[in-house]
């Protein structure tokens, strides 16, 4: 099942009249914390509105930016709200999806939303004896360790999991609540994989800062770059040419390829399918070997430039050894598509409803899985992408089998679009001329821009905030992980038993670097 | 061949040294056919644990080499970390390294885990040899399966070492 969005023209929120010209891409608002919940309500209201980030910078008085989605409109549209005292209107209440994010600005900023919700803690560890440098203030009281009730029949009980778990998987912590073999409830923390790459980035040019930025989520690094430099580009009045963005594109696209194999073949692991595993490794490194040979890089690191692209695409290389890669991958999904007792292992298993993807703010094929068709490519194209006009892949049972679908159906697409930049030619014959310099470029203070990308596992966010110097003095970035891990504890819950989180893990494909930057 | 204590005195006799070099060979020859791996994500970026699962895939193999992933430390003889060592990750590390069975190895992994990525500072130790003691390091951002392949099969000679130098003469010093 495919979508096209159409373009439609509906009415705007009243937030938006004098926010931007129309057709911008974004728009940016000034609010007043007054006017805060009732224009948030408005904007929930709205069809295609979702909140796909909430964020706080400076220091006296703080400001918070939400940053609304308005898939159906084409637009973004960041509200900007200074908060004077310590405490804000709770967004929470009426998008859900901002929970996590009001947690992590307490933590960073020291304000809260208003009312004695617990807030969680999200990055800052525990232990007494580490302290973190943070964004802005320290909070009045440290964040919660917070636990739901957990109790079933009075027997239920909480297994704790991790850090160190499986081999040769990313370190995280799961708190199992269980009665036994059903899964009652999920816990995750990650604060020991924080990083502080936003901290980081403050103080360094754009260019410097993409170093880290590509390795937030190394499996993200093309999404989670492309994101930032958009927004640094944004920031500083800089257009690649076409032909950058078009590599830009193909990297992208070369991203979701070998993502995709890679979840494929985790879930034949998590279904102990040794077979299908071998089979989708195959594929998964070709598509690596493919992206070295075209890019430089098996993992598509040092692509990216402000400004454009550091490395052209070796176009030859691409046509020769696209569709031996895919034809792999083809083969292992048909064998796996005719392997029912594959199917059924992942048939109800890990369901997410379309209400709970809306609500959390899923992004993604995890969303699309769900029946809700958002994909930045087609709802706020850039670069090449209003011309390819990609197709959505959308499924509607929300289970795993639902998202592997999704997975192949756009993995079709992804190399779709690459015939076709290679058959238009846009790719050029060369990378250009990147803005790579390494010098910050002075203008005035406060200037910020957002950036986005659609990186395998759904839609990247970045903001970039520059100082005179043209230094970077609030960066945030926002991996897909950081939305559909919510998703996560929820797709879990719905009545699963512990062997199938290593299953559910498989099809959401995230990264605790991802979320834990 | 014999060793000397700082005293003079010899260590191994000449007899014990060729049963040490027994033991090295066969220890090689043991190992290699049954290393156990146990990884450690120390604040990677997740491209190091790809390449590592890439080890098993068909291409690469491991397991034609005698070397296996194992999730419990109490089996691992060879501990292969990655990240730069998160100051928060530093005692699940510690605790790690202390449940594996000696003799075990360290191998880091990675350029965060060589020091190349992040600096010393309040979030990270900046590499994996200021918690760990590091035997062998495997450069590569992230490193490729065959660097691993490498590095592993380096570290495999190195455990034989560390098996000859032990002393297994009841009431010898070392």
Known sequence: MTAVRPHTSRRLPSVMAGAGRAGDPVAVTQLAETDLEAVTAELARHPGGRLADLFAADTDPVILRAVWALDLDQRYLIIETPVSGSRYPALSEIAPAAFAEECEIYEQFGIRPAGDKPLNRVA???QADIELPRLGRAPAEP????????????HAFEFPFGPVRQVAVESLYYGLVTSGEELVDLYLFTWHKHRGVEWRAQGQTPQQALFHIERAEGLSAIGNGWAFAAAAEAALHIEPGAAAMSGRAAALELERLYNHAAAIAALCQACGLAVGRAAAEIALERFLRLNAVVFGHRYLFNVLAIGGIRTAPDLAALRAGLPAAYGELRRAADALLATNSFLDRLEATGIVTTEEAGRL??????????????DTRADHPSGPYSGLRPAVATQAAGDALARLRVMLAEAAESVRLLETLIGTGALGHGAGQPE????PRPGPAGRSGLGWAESPRGESLAWVQLDQSGRISRARLRPAA????RGFDDACRSQNVFTDVPIIEASFWLTVAGTAR | MSTTTAGGGPVTTEAEAAAAEQLRSAVARQFGRSLHIRTLDTGSCAACEQEIRMLAAPHYDLHRLGLFFTPAPRHADLLL??????????????????AMPGPKLVVATGACALGGVYQPDAFSYGSADQVLPVDVWIPGCPPSPLALLHGLLVAVGRLADKVSGLSFVAGASS
């Open chain 1, 482 to 485: 950081v939305r559909n891990w």
């Open chain 1, 361 to 374: 703010g899923l992004v993604g094929l995890v969303a699309r899985a769900a029946g809700v068709a958002a």
């Open chain 1, 143 to 154: 964040p919660a360790d917070v636990h739901a009730p957990h109790v079933v029949g009075g």
């Open chain 1, 124 to 126: 800052t560890p525990p």
């Open chain 2, 81 to 98: 970390v990655t990240g730069p060592m998160l100051r928060a990750f530093a005692a699940a590390a510690r605790k790690t390294y202390e």
């Open chain 1, 436 to 439: 790579e310099s390494g010098t």
